[in-house]
């Protein structure tokens, strides 16, 4: 089946610092990924909508800023967090859809990347 | 009120068990319903996924939608410890939005022990 990798899986940065988060489609193309933020005992939350070739759309209260956001080709999505504090520490998940596929709403999930800011 | 309500658990059952898990949402306009898993640290997998009311049957899996109640239910028979993990339940509206816009539930634990 369709297979959605993140990479890192951990991470841990120094205040101040930027951390690229990677999330790959392995066997299909998406021209739309999605990336999600979900703190413990919380619910998913969705960041922003990736693009392939196109500017990102962020969700209102998402600084676009500070979550940068890159979808080079049909296969790869960055999620880079700027200038990281420790309230940006958080489980990063992305997700994609298989563009072949037209069950509404089957999203294929990564792994998560987990932040923590020191 | 959320749009989406999913009590948070945890919830522990013995092997074997029936299990439900419910939510309830206040959008009547949600079309698609969806029941994901999410092991500890892994990303949300898809299980069961409902369109408008009904039933929706997958092995040990069953999916039930009710739009007059506003009530969705996943149903697991004979359930095994390897079902322990999360389950959030997520919906989204036939029209408009990006496939990326689900409204997720904030997911039930479930504990299955031997």
């Known amino acids: 089946g369709a297979v959605v990798s993140q990479h890192p899986s951990w991470v841990i940065c120094k205040s101040g610092t930027s951390v690229k988060i990677e999330c790959r489609s392995l066997d299909f193309q998406a021209t739309t990924m999605f990336w999600y933020r979900q703190f413990p005992k919380q619910s998913l939350m969705l960041m922003a909508t990736s693009n392939e070739g196109s500017k990102a759309t962020y969700e209102q209260g998402v600084e676009k800023d500070k979550f940068l956001i890159n979808h080079a080709s049909l296969t790869l999505s960055t999620l880079t967090v700027t200038s990281a504090h420790p309230e940006d520490s958080s489980f990063y998940i992305c997700?994609?859809?298989?563009?072949?596929?037209?069950?509404?709403?089957?999203?294929?999930f990564g792994e998560g990347s987990r932040l923590t800011v020191l | 009120q959320k749009e989406v309500e999913q009590d948070p658990g945890p919830l522990s059952v013995p092997e074997g068990a029936i299990v439900s898990l419910n939510c309830t949402y206040s959008?009547?306009?949600?079309?698609?319903f969806m029941w994901y898993r999410q092991y500890s640290r892994k990303g949300p997998e898809l299980l069961m996924y409902?369109?408008?009311?009904g039933n929706k049957e997958d092995g040990r899996f069953t999916a039930q939608v009710d739009k007059s109640s506003k009530y969705i239910s996943l149903f697991i028979r004979d359930s095994q410890p390897s079902d322990s993990a999360t389950y959030l339940c997520a919906m989204k509206l036939p029209h408009g939005g990006s496939q990326g816009n689900l409204i997720f539930g904030k997911g039930t634990k479930l504990s299955v022990k031997p």
């Open positions: 959008n009547s306009a949600f079309q698609y």
């Open positions: 409902t369109y408008s009311s």
């Open positions: 997700s994609a859809r298989d563009v072949g596929n037209r069950r509404a709403g089957e999203l294929f």
